[in-house]
Structure formats: structure tokens, C-alpha cells
């Protein structure tokens, strides 16, 4: 990548976008898209939805972002981030309007459809902009990005849990309808980037072509491998173990706590001692880490391996994202980061799906030894792809080009 506007002005240089505007509505989207899942049990007891029913408008609404994250990324390549934050903002407002005033199975599932498809519109206009509006601190900024992403995540059970005291889940649907309406404004402060743009319209015209970028995506590939584990496994074994409501939601923010709060530290350091190395040391951590999840005795056990697990993601969580950047010009980041999110939700639904199945079939301890194997697997292509050319590291603090040292 070529270096371009910074966020901040610098001497004799001219300021770029600010990126406080897509951090803010990202996080907006996440608390958002939280709300939904912690109110699926809600939907289920008093509107009567079979179980069938609410799975069909949760995987329809990862399909809607699954699609737009492939067909509306390649626009904000073009110039058109700023709009496709607006209008990703405009539809995640009347997904929530629809989710509130909805009686039938077909209402929520357009609900999430709209919802979904508003995430994967915004989402790729924001990594765009944070990714080529300051390549000199490309590392802290991806890790801002991930810190409010998953910080609107970790919010959303808690907003969700109190709205829904107060009066139900329809006045939450409501509430965080208006609140992200009142972000609208905001929307409108975001300014486009002054780096280069897909002027030849290429979306995503070959970039499965690219060695380093199929590298970077086995890495994700690995990453999300757990993530699918974790969301089909752990709240069942949690469960299993005696864990009550109320430990449970405690234990999944705390868990997640530590990625928003390490991600900026986690992706300067990244940067300093390259995002390769980076993204191989911590996703082998966690690797390790996975087999012990079926060892820990107890509620407590489990509670304190997820923690030191979350501490080592947070450090890593940006490492692989911006291996993406380093594998394309500016003018294709957002057509790859695009790409990267669907090869997210690909690799977290089969999965999940596949670990379901081991975990009911032979428990924890197989379900998480298969799931570190295939991070494993994963990781060692990932690894292999993406190694330098020349195979020379490049030292830490020793100036060189800005592609190369996330490879190192």
C-alpha cells in the first residue's frame, strides 16, 4: 500500500478522513446485531417460533451479510464508502423497526435479512477507509476498529437485558431503532479517502489469484474455525457443567471483554514486529490453548481457560486482517477485506455445524481436540503461503517497504 492521508494532520502533510464516524456506527451495528441474538429465546417463548423458524432467520441473516459483503464491497473501492456507511446505517434502522413491529416468522426473517445485509454494506466501507487512510499506523487503527466492533458486541447483551426489563423485547427493537438513527448524523460527517480507487472496476477479478491473500485467508479460515466451535460448544458445556443464565452472560462478557481492550495494543505491535509473525505465534497459541478446553475441570475451569484464551486473541485479533491489506493495493482493499469477511462466516458456519455434531456424538474433550486440529492444519497452509519470497525477515525498527513487513 502507498501511504496516503493520515487521520490527524501532519507536518506538512494534508489530514484525511476522520474515523471516528465508522468506528461509532460500527459499533452501533454490533450492539445491534448482539441484541438480536440475546433476544432469539424471547421471540421463541412468546411469539411461539419453532426452533426451526428461529434458525432460518439467524441463517438468513448471516446470508444477506455473507452476500453483501461480496457484492457491495467492491463499490466502496470506487469512491463510494462514505454513501455505503449511510446507507448500511439507514437499513440496519429499519431492520430494527421491523424486527419491533413484526408478528409472523416471515417479519423477523426479513428483519435479519435487512439487518444482515446492512452490516456487510457498512462493514467493508469502514475497513476500507481505516485500512488506507493512515498505512504508518495501519496496526493501531485495524485494532481501534476490532476494539469498538467487538466492545458494540460485548454491549448489546447487557443494553438488551436492561431495555428488555424495562419493557419487553419490542421496546428494545424500538429503542435501539432510534439509537441508531441518532448516529445518522454522524454518518454524514464521514468523508470519503484520497487513496487509489479500482478505477478499472475490477471487484473481485482475481484476487483468488493472489498467493499471499489465499494464505491470509487460511489464517482467518483457522481463526474462525474456533470461533464456529466456541458458539456451537461452550455455552452447551457451560450448561452441561451447571453454569446458571446469569453466570453465563457475565462469563461471555468477560470473555470477550479482553479482545475490544487489547486489539489497538495488539495491532501496533503487529505492526512493529510484523503481522505474519504476529497472526502464525498467537493462532498457535490459541491452538494449544483449544485442547485444554475439554481438560479444565468444572465451571470456573472453563471460565478462566476462556479468559487467557480472549487475552491471546486480543493481541492477535487484528494480526490477520491486516495481512489482507499487505496481500492487495489500495485500490482492492475493501473488494478483500470484503472477501475475508465471507471466508469468516463460511469457515464459523461449517464448523459450527461439523463440531455440533462431534461434541454430541463423542464430548467436549473430541469436539476441541478436532477443533485445534484443523486450526492446526489451517494455520500451517496459511503460514506456508504467506512466507516472503526471499524468506529474509526483516528486523524490527529497520525502515522498509510497507507491504513487505506485515509478511515478516
Do not use: K
Not at 13 to 38: E, T
Not at 189 to 215: K, S, W
Not at 318 to 346: F, H, K
Amino acid at each position: 500500500m502507498s501511504s496516503s492521508a493520515p487521520e490527524s494532520p501532519a507536518p506538512g502533510g494534508p489530514a484525511g478522513p476522520s474515523l471516528f464516524p465508522y468506528y461509532l456506527i460500527l459499533f452501533g451495528s454490533s450492539a445491534g446485531l448482539a441484541c438480536i441474538i440475546v433476544l432469539l429465546a424471547d421471540l421463541r417463548d412468546q411469539l411461539g417460533f419453532s426452533e426451526i423458524g428461529i434458525g432460518l432467520a439467524i441463517g438468513s441473516g448471516f446470508g444477506a451479510a455473507f452476500v453483501a459483503n461480496l457484492v457491495m464491497a467492491p463499490h466502496a473501492d470506487r469512491g463510494r464508502a462514505p454513501a455505503m456507511l449511510r446507507a448500511g446505517l439507514a437499513l440496519a434502522v429499519a431492520g430494527m423497526v421491523l424486527l419491533a413491529v413484526g408478528q409472523e416468522l416471515w417479519h423477523y426473517v426479513a428483519g435479519r435479512v435487512v439487518f444482515g445485509f446492512a452490516l456487510g454494506t457498512a462493514g467493508p466501507a469502514a475497513r476500507r477507509t481505516v485500512i488506507v487512510a493512515d498505512p504508518e499506523n495501519l496496526g493501531r487503527n485495524i485494532g481501534r476498529l476490532g476494539a469498538w466492533d467487538v466492545g458494540g458486541f460485548v454491549a448489546g447483551p447487557i443494553i438488551a437485558t436492561g431495555l428488555t426489563a424495562v419493557g419487553g423485547f419490542r421496546f428494545t427493537f424500538w429503542t435501539m431503532a432510534g439509537a441508531l438513527a441518532l448516529l445518522l448524523p454522524v454518518a454524514f460527517r464521514a468523508q470519503p479517502d484520497v487513496a487509489a480507487q479500482d478505477q478499472e472496476r475490477l471487484g473481485l477479478q482475481g484476487l483468488l489469484r493472489i498467493r499471499r491473500l489465499i494464505g491470509a485467508f487460511f489464517m482467518v479460515a483457522a481463526y474462525f474455525v474456533f470461533i464456529g466451535a466456541f458458539e456451537a460448544v461452550w455455552v452447551l458445556e457451560m450448561d452441561t457443567r451447571g453454569a446458571s443464565r446469569a453466570v453465563l452472560g457475565v462469563a461471555l462478557t468477560v470473555g470477550a471483554l479482553p479482545i475490544a481492550l487489547l486489539s489497538p495494543l495488539g495491532g501496533m505491535l503487529a505492526q512493529r514486529y510484523g503481522a505474519r509473525r504476529w497472526a502464525v505465534g498467537s493462532l498457535g497459541i490459541i491452538t494449544l490453548m483449544v485442547i485444554f478446553w475439554g481438560i479444565v475441570p468444572g465451571v470456573v475451569g472453563l471460565i478462566a481457560l476462556t479468559v487467557a484464551t480472549s487475552v491471546v486473541e486480543g493481541f492477535g485479533f487484528p494480526s490477520t486482517p491486516m495481512l489482507v491489506a499487505a496481500a492487495v493495493p489500495e485500490n482492492r482493499q475493501a473488494a478483500a477485506q470484503g472477501l475475508m469477511v465471507a471466508v469468516e462466516v463460511a469457515s464459523g458456519a461449517v464448523a459450527a455445524m461439523v463440531i455440533a455434531i462431534v461434541y454430541d456424538a463423542h464430548g467436549d474433550a473430541v469436539a476441541w481436540r478436532t477443533t485445534a486440529v484443523t486450526m492446526a492444519i489451517l494455520l500451517s497452509i496459511g503460514a506456508i503461503l504467506t512466507r516472503p519470497t526471499d524468506r529474509q525477515p526483516v528486523r524490527p525498527g529497520v525502515p522498509s517497504d510497507p507491504i513487505r513487513r506485515p509478511f515478516q
